[in-house]
């Protein structure tokens, strides 16, 4: 199991943007595919984008498709999720997660950080 730290969360206006970030312990980061969910209040955990190893592969919902991009440098253990256009319905609670393949499903991701906090003003 990696230990994952999530960080970039804030306050910001309806339209502004973040870039949240993931940081993982290990030698072995390159190696697991990526994903990030999030929760809002009242709601389940949702899927918001995932990426291989390093092939490229991504997968976003389509909740933020065209808003959000993941990515990640496996030099420095880190998977990124650019958040642009930010709409008061993308407030939640955010999580990265580390499995063995790139999945849109929680089950297949073993590891999880603490979630940041993204809250989106009208």
């Known amino acids: 199991q990696v230990q994952l730290v999530e960080s970039g969360g804030g306050l910001v206006q309806a339209g502004g943007s973040l870039r949240l970030s993931c940081a993982a312990s290990?030698?072995?980061?390159?190696?697991?595919?990526m994903g990030w969910f999030r929760q809002a209040p009242g709601k389940e955990r949702e899927f918001v984008a995932a990426?291989?190893?390093?092939?490229?592969?991504?997968y976003y919902a389509d909740s933020v498709k065209g808003r959000f991009t993941i990515s990640r440098d496996n030099a420095k253990n880190t998977v990124y999720l650019q958040m642009n256009s930010l709409k008061p319905e993308d407030t939640a609670v955010y999580y990265c997660?580390?499995?063995?393949?790139?999945?849109?499903?929680?089950?297949?991701?073993?590891?999880w950080g603490q979630g940041t906090q993204v809250t989106v003003s009208s």
């Open positions: 997660a580390a499995g063995p393949q790139i999945s849109r499903y929680d089950r297949d991701f073993g590891s």
């Open positions: 990426i291989m190893r390093s092939d490229g592969w991504t």
């Open positions: 290990g030698r072995t980061f390159s190696r697991y595919a």
